[in-house]
Every structure is written in C-alpha cells, then in structure tokens.
C-alpha cells in the first residue's frame, strides 16, 4: 500500500504546476485524499480533500480559488492543479488517504507519500 | 474555523521517561483528533485515531485520551525511536487542523 507524489519542482511566481499522487496496492477508488504541506521548518498545514466520488472537495482558504483538486480513478491518480502561484506556496507537498474508504473524507490519514517539493522563487 | 494548540512545543525527555503532550481545540471536536509521528526528512505516521484508538501496529506504549477540548497524548516508556516531532489533528469539520508539533527530543 503506497501512494507516490510528482511534478514538483522550482517556479517563477505567478506560474502554474501540477501535482500528481499516484496509488499501489489499494484501488485509489474508494478513498478521499488529503493534500497536506509542510514549509521548510515549518509544521503540517491541511491544503484540501478530494472525497472517494470526486463530488466533496474542500480547500483551505490560503490556497482557495488558486488550486483545485481532481482524480481519475482509471489511473489510480489524484491531482492538485496549483495557479498563482506565491512564495508562501513553497513547501514539501504530500498526499495522504483517508482511514476510511466508502465514507465522506475525514477519519484520519493513514497512508502517506513521501512528498513531492515545490519551490515558488524567481 | 477550529484552532489547535499543542503543548509543550519541545520537550526533553531520557530513554524509559514518561511523556504526555497536550493538544487543545478551540472549540468541541468530539473525540475526532488523530495523532501522526514525523521523523526529519520523513512523511508523517498515523499513531492514533478518534482520539485514544491505536492504529494497527503502533506499540502500546503509546495511547491517547480525552474528548471535546482537551487532548493528551502519551508515551509510556520513551525508546530510542521514540525522537520525533509529534502532531494532533481535528477532523471533526473543515477546514481540518494540525497542532503546531512537539518536537521530543534528547535530554
């Protein structure tokens, strides 16, 4: 059971990236999936939650009409679509799945990606 | 939205101590709180879940209690392995919340 994250790298602010989380071992289907970020030194900030459906989504307000979430279940991927984007964006980003599957997110996440980093400079 | 306070921010402790981290809501959260381990350069790790349930695998020595705004988290003996930076985390409504992590770290 593993997810993985990609599509990290260095960006000019105001730019756009997209960040993809890819699943193992388990049907990415049945789960909502959190983004979750951490700046350098810093502690965990929730992003946003995608649920198992693709119908619930929720987004922190610091990064709320900049970034949206999206899953094609077919390929077991998640995605976060990041525009606008800012120095405060910089941070290691990972995608964790929920404890429960089948359910509305938020029971906890149980399974991590080892993070992708994205660095906002120019 | 619910803020959460995690105290202390660092703690000293020796191999074999008894540690208890506090995380307080800003406002009732039930028992929906989770705790994650995280070691540097590391993702974090699912500890405890609906505030005292142990996740499969994780050692005894650790446990968690209380409901609505106060929240501990315990190591009973501390290991070796124990070293991290440790976060509470309310999902009893969004926008979901972390604590601000207590670091354990070394006597």
């Known amino acids: 059971v593993q997810l993985v994250e990609s599509g990290g790298g260095v960006v000019q602010p105001g730019k756009s990236l997209r960040l993809s989380c890819a699943a193992s071992?388990?049907?990415?289907?049945?789960?909502?999936i959190h983004w979750v970020r951490q700046a350098p030194g810093k502690g965990l900030q929730w992003v946003a939650t995608?649920?198992?459906?693709?119908?619930?989504?929720y987004y922190a307000d610091s990064v709320k009409g900049r970034f949206t979430v999206s899953r094609d279940n077919s390929k077991n991927t998640l995605y976060v679509q990041m525009t606008d984007l800012r120095a405060e964006d910089t941070a290691i980003y990972y995608c964790?799945?929920?404890?429960?599957?089948?359910?509305?997110?938020?029971?906890?996440?149980?399974?991590w990606g080892q993070g992708t980093t994205v660095t906002v400079s120019s | 939205d619910i803020q959460m306070t995690q105290s202390p921010p660092t703690l000293s402790a020796s191999v074999g101590d008894r540690v208890t981290i506090t995380c307080r809501a800003s406002?009732?959260?039930?028992?929906?709180l989770a705790w994650y381990q995280q070691k540097p350069g590391k993702a974090p790790k699912f500890l405890i879940y609906?505030?005292?349930n142990l996740e499969t695998g994780v050692p005894s020595r650790f446990s968690g209690s209380g409901s609505g705004t106060e929240f501990n988290f315990t190591i009973t003996s501390l290991q070796p392995d124990d070293f991290a930076t440790y976060y509470c985390?309310?999902?009893?409504?969004?926008?979901?919340?972390f604590g601000q992590g207590t670091k354990v770290e070394i006597k």
């Open positions: 964790a799945r929920d404890r429960l599957e089948w359910l509305p997110p938020g029971y906890g996440m149980d399974v």
């Open positions: 995608i649920g198992y459906d693709g119908n619930k989504k």
């Open positions: 609906k505030a005292s």
């Open positions: 406002q009732s959260i039930s028992n929906w």
């Open positions: 985390q309310q999902y009893n409504s969004f926008p979901l919340g």
């Open positions: 071992g388990f049907s990415l289907r049945s789960y909502g």
